[in-house]
């Protein structure tokens, strides 16, 4: 009797022990664990599942399970647990799916729900496990979100997109891909990719493929380089093509972006034969003025020498009116000589141009105010300068750029008035934020005067060769504004003026501060 007594209690701790330690494994289960009668009366709530539906553990216990349901399961619940009794057919006991919790607070979250069902002596009950997936869920449309974004992205690309596989075969074209070449998207899907290519490059692409494959040696992956498309109705274009090795969990894919430069070659065509045709264009008149120059320099000589003599030997024996004449003929020959040398001046501007270098406008400024000391002296003439900023350039042109200008500026000035002369500059970006290409930056020099001015409906005629809007009445060719424009041109800029009769011009001068390194125009 006192063996059973022991094995009894024995029996009796172990059934202890083991109903312990079940409870310690379900009260610190991270998933919810709940049971129920057959009524749906909740018998038991593990922390979890009370942290899970926002409730503590005694304000769920006695209540009926669809507290923790929305509509329309918490309406329809009762309904389904007395189709489940009478038929035995049940819609979630024994499989588990996705359904929907109702917390304490009236919120609704996603969970995994698995329903066992358990045979005891006196009764049946059912055990309900909840894995709550809010995250996951999350983490899905997040995922879904930016996989939206990214298609949209690529569908609304301007440039064509195209994702082949290892072999080859295309995966994915979008829109502007298709259009670029002519097809419609579902008719390239699951081709090879060299039905786009023309040849040698169609039937060289599959070695390449290959060889990239065995020896890891690239032409195109990864560095990018203008190539030649075939369309579907057989016509080709040029365009930029640049490939990604995309490495994914199972296998490698090659994703092409592709930009259309068909204009831009075009473009580039058409300059170049504008280019040349300039280029031949401006020898001829390179060769027009050195020739011209040239041969009128000797007979021009000859007048004027023979000129010489008739005022040296022949003049006392020659009448008044033959002195004018001959007075009249040199004076002529002399502003022709000027002409010949001022039309050599500006055909040397391009033809004679030296390389651009880094210059101080300052220091130019200086030198041509020094080389004009006497005239200043002369004249009057104040000088009012501000800092100058340092450029690529050609110095002599610069020199000369300035020494027009301030000439000019001092030889039409008001009588009875000293000139005043202000120089200053200012950097100018002609769009906000570029500064990286030659052009993008430039100064603008301003040189204003107190001068007699002009009307600027003749604003055109004065950077024109040869013209002169006070007639004879001034000195010079009037070709000085036009030298002075090839110069700004060459240097990336351009000149105007601004101007009022009586009160003075404001010549604004606009030079790039950077110039192309192989630029020789």
């Not at 604003?459 to 001034?474: A, S, T, V």
Request: charged share 25%; hydrophobic share 35%; aromatic share 6%.
């Amino acid at each position: 009797m006192t063996e059973d007594l022991d094995g009894f209690a024995t029996s009796w701790q172990q059934s202890i022990d083991d109903k312990n330690r079940l409870k310690a494994i379900i009260d610190t289960a991270i998933d919810g664990i709940i049971t129920i009668d057959e009524r749906g009366v909740v018998e038991s709530v593990n922390p979890a599942a009370a942290r899970i539906f926002g409730y503590l553990p005694e304000e769920v216990i006695g209540q009926n399970i669809k507290l923790l349901m929305p509509e329309p399961d918490r309406s329809q619940h009762d309904q389904y647990i007395d189709n489940y009794h009478r038929t035995g057919i049940g819609q979630i006991i024994g499989k588990g799916r996705e359904v929907l919790g109702r917390r304490k607070d009236g919120s609704v979250f996603p969970f995994l729900l698995s329903i066992s069902e358990v045979n005891l002596q006196s009764k049946k009950i059912f055990t309900g496990i909840i894995h709550d997936i809010t995250n996951l869920k999350k983490a899905e449309a997040a995922l879904r979100e930016s996989e939206n974004k990214i298609n949209s992205i690529i569908q609304a690309a301007v440039d064509g997109i195209i994702t082949i596989d290892t072999r080859g075969v295309i995966e994915m074209v979008n829109p502007s891909a298709a259009k670029l070449f002519g097809y419609e998207a579902g008719e390239l899907l699951g081709r090879s990719i060299n039905v786009l290519m023309p040849e040698p490059d169609h039937s060289q692409h599959d070695r390449y493929m290959h060889n990239y494959h065995e020896t890891g040696h690239r032409k195109i992956i990864g560095i990018g380089r203008e190539v030649t498309g075939l369309r579907k109705d057989g016509s080709t274009f040029p365009f930029y093509l640049s490939i990604s090795e995309v490495e994914l969990a199972d296998r490698k894919v090659y994703t092409g972006f592709i930009h259309d430069i068909t204009q831009q070659k075009l473009n580039e065509e058409k300059l170049r034969r504008y280019a040349a045709e300039l280029e031949r264009s401006n020898l001829e008149l390179q060769d027009f003025a050195y020739v011209s120059s040239h041969d009128l320099q000797e007979p021009l000589r000859k007048i004027q020498a023979f000129g010489d003599r008739l005022k040296t030997k022949e003049y006392a024996n020659l009448s008044d009116q033959g002195k004018d004449y001959v007075d009249r003929m040199l004076n002529a020959a002399s502003r022709m000589q000027n002409l010949i040398n001022d039309l050599l001046s500006f055909s040397r501007v391009t033809s004679k141009a030296n390389p651009f270098v880094k210059v101080s406008l300052d220091a130019i400024l200086s030198g041509v105010l020094s080389d004009l000391e006497v005239t200043i002296e002369q004249t009057g003439t104040q000088i009012i300068r501000s800092p100058l900023p340092s450029i690529e350039a050609e110095p002599t042109q610069m020199r000369q750029l300035f020494q027009n200008l301030i000439s000019n500026a001092i030889k039409f000035r008001k009588e009875g008035e000293k000139p005043v002369i202000s120089i200053s500059a200012k950097i100018v970006q002609h769009k906000a934020h570029l500064t990286a290409t030659p052009g993008d930056e430039v100064v603008q020099i301003s040189i204003q005067d107190n001068g007699i001015g002009f009307q600027e409906k003749y604003l055109d005629r004065i950077f024109n060769i040869f013209q002169r809007l006070e007639g004879q009445k001034y000195e010079g060719s009037g070709i000085g504004l036009a030298i002075c424009r090839k110069i700004a041109v060459r240097h990336g800029g351009d000149i105007t003026a601004q101007s009022q009769p009586g009160v003075g011009t404001t010549f604004l001068i606009t030079l790039a501060l950077k110039q192309p390194q192989d630029q020789e125009l």
